[in-house]
């Protein structure tokens, strides 16, 4: 994976390549990420389209064909290359809607880097690279990863992206895994979502009713949301249980469109956690549909606190 090239950078850095990947990776769903010449590339059809690489002024985050973006923020080399580039040196400098336009360009401007030891160093315009940007730029609106995507419509959800926050790469951890992250340029704080839809649980639970013999038990998958929270707050707090507190039914049916919801104040394990020490935890369950988790994670509750109402609606059931 190429995520393991920045794992043993200092914070700050690993931060910048954390944000950087998990908005390439979103925008252009349908390219192939690789380690090329040492550092993470995106390539399209075999041609190079953006990457990043750790240098001595920083995070370089590098566009193959930048240099004809007219894009100011973009450094362009002097040379016969098409390239430009721009340096970061803290996470909060990332630009995120210069990014998203430089990435769209990088789809429908191409120079054909693939060919170039072929074609003996001439450097030549894609111009099939529109046709391409069609199909590419039209897959996913809103720039949500498309396992996420996936999810939501399996699990009859609606997202609204809260404002002001910058997707973060999911950290892959033994005690919950989840699909989708934001996170505060600014401050420490940051949003995780997992998603657990019940259609093949439920399937499995009908087959297991036709075919049971006297004795045997099984839990339907609408009665499990409650131990299923309970087993997620262990996992992540590192066998500590904290109080839940259960929404009420009239409630978490208006705000939610859910049949149940509960939240919980967790201290965080350090593999879930990370960085992180604190954790609320919001659970919500619609019968027959799927199960939803929502975990809030800072250094401070009242962090928490101050920054979550802009997101509280965001995950909701339709």
Not at 41 to 61: A, C, M, R, T
Request: with cysteine.
């Amino acid at each position: 994976m190429t995520t393991t090239y920045y794992q043993d950078f200092d914070a700050e850095q690993k931060q910048i390549c954390e944000s950087l990947h998990a908005l390439i990776s979103a925008k252009l769903p349908l390219a192939e990420n690789k380690i090329w010449h040492a550092h993470p590339v995106w390539f399209l059809d075999g041609n190079p389209i953006v990457g990043f690489s750790k240098q001595k002024k920083g995070i370089q985050l590098m566009f193959w064909s930048g240099a004809d973006f007219d894009e100011p923020g973009l450094v362009v080399r002097a040379g016969k290359f098409k390239d430009a580039a721009i340096c970061y040196q803290n996470s909060s400098q990332i630009d995120q809607e210069m990014l998203v336009r430089c990435l769209e360009k990088s789809v429908t401007i191409q120079w054909d880097y693939k060919n170039i030891v072929k074609r003996k160093g001439q450097l030549l315009r894609l111009f099939q690279a529109v046709l391409l940007a069609i199909v590419l730029l039209s897959f996913r609106s809103d720039n949500l990863p498309t396992d996420f995507q996936a999810l939501l419509t399996r699990a009859q959800m609606t997202f609204d992206a809260p404002p002001k926050l910058v997707m973060q790469q999911c950290i892959e951890n033994r005690q919950m895994n989840y699909e989708y992250a934001l996170k505060h340029p600014k401050k420490k704080f940051e949003i995780r979502y997992a998603i657990r839809p019940l259609d093949i649980q439920i399937e499995k639970h009908k087959e297991w009713e036709k075919n049971k013999k006297p004795g045997d038990i099984s839990i339907h998958p609408n009665k499990l949301y409650n131990p299923m929270l309970q087993a997620t707050l262990l996992n992540i707090s590192g066998g500590q249980l904290p109080d839940i507190n259960a929404f009420g039914k009239a409630a978490v049916a208006k705000e939610f469109n859910a049949d149940w919801g509960a939240t919980a104040f967790a201290s965080l394990d350090k593999e879930f956690g990370q960085d992180y020490k604190y954790c609320l935890v919001v659970a919500l369950h619609k019968d027959n549909v799927a199960d939803a988790y929502i975990f809030y994670l800072a250094n401070d509750r009242n962090v928490i606190l101050k920054n979550m109402e802009p997101a509280f609606h965001a995950l909701r059931f339709k």
